[in-house]
T-cell receptor
Framework: LAKTTQPISMDSYEGQEVNITCSHNNIATNDYITWYQQFPSQGPRFIIQGYKTKVTNEVASLFIPADRKSSTLSLPRVSLSDTAVYYCLVGDEATGGFKTIFGAGTRLFVKA | EAQVTQNPRYLITVTGKKLTVTCSQNMNHEYMSWYRQDPGLGLRQIYYSMNVEVTDKGDVPEGYKVSRKEKRNFPLILESPSPNQTSLYFC????????????FGPGTRLTVL
């Protein structure tokens, strides 16, 4: 089963750039890397997805090195409202990617 | 508005009393899934469905049943709830070829006494 490892928690201050790295050493050739954000008592929300190199949208950037064994979610100029848990996911090749495995996630706390 | 809805949002019940949590989506998604979330254990997948009448077990299926008789609905059934099923439950859906990009419902907080 594809497995991810992330830091348990991170602290930051408003206006700073935050980078959260996820390790996925056993990623399969066809797997995409997906990041979700979850606020307390709400369902996770899709943030960004990528396969290789760099992907950017209006919320975040995702950096994936050539070996794809890790990825970094970059949140530019965070605000207090970015305080949340961030999950990194990769597909489960054994089930064709249909079985979804959320890791423990990274709890980001943004301070004023 | 595209959304996943769950009912009820909150439920307190007693051990052994059968219950059903409904999930419905209006995005014509083939893929639907149920998760439970517990402190310290993160989100764990209970069951998923790739289309009508096609379901499979996730990581924690014991004590749960699901059915997928219509594309838009994916109810979660607890035939004989126990206190260890007290949890926050989420339903999610996506297109089949994009199951990594799921839309989540608002959650159902279940307490089994």
């Amino acid at each position: 089963l594809a497995k991810t490892t992330q830091p348990i928690s991170m602290d930051s201050y408003e206006g700073q750039e935050v980078n959260i790295t996820c390790s996925h050493n056993n990623i399969a050739t066809n797997d995409y890397i997906t990041w979700y954000q979850q606020f307390p008592s709400q369902g996770p929300r899709f943030i960004i997805q990528g396969y290789k190199t760099k992907v950017t949208n209006e919320v975040a950037s995702l950096f994936i090195p050539a070996d794809r064994k890790s990825s970094t979610l970059s949140l530019p100029r965070v605000s207090l409202s970015d305080t949340a848990v961030y999950y990194c996911l990769v597909g489960d090749e054994a089930t064709g990617g249909f079985k979804t495995i959320f890791g423990a996630g990274t709890r980001l706390f943004v301070k004023a | 508005e595209a959304q996943v809805t769950q009912n009820p949002r909150y439920l307190i019940t007693v051990t052994g009393k059968k219950l059903t949590v409904t999930c419905s989506q209006n995005m014509n998604h083939e893929y639907m899934s149920w998760y439970r979330q517990d402190p310290g254990l993160g989100l764990r997948q209970i069951y998923y469905s790739m289309n009508v009448e096609v379901t499979d077990k996730g990581d924690v299926p014991e004590g749960y049943k699901v059915s997928r008789k219509e594309k838009r609905n994916f109810p979660l059934i607890l035939e004989s709830p126990s206190p260890n099923q007290t949890s926050l439950y989420f339903c999610a859906s996506s297109f089949l070829g994009d199951s990594d990009t799921q839309y989540f419902g608002p959650g159902t907080r279940l307490t089994v006494l």
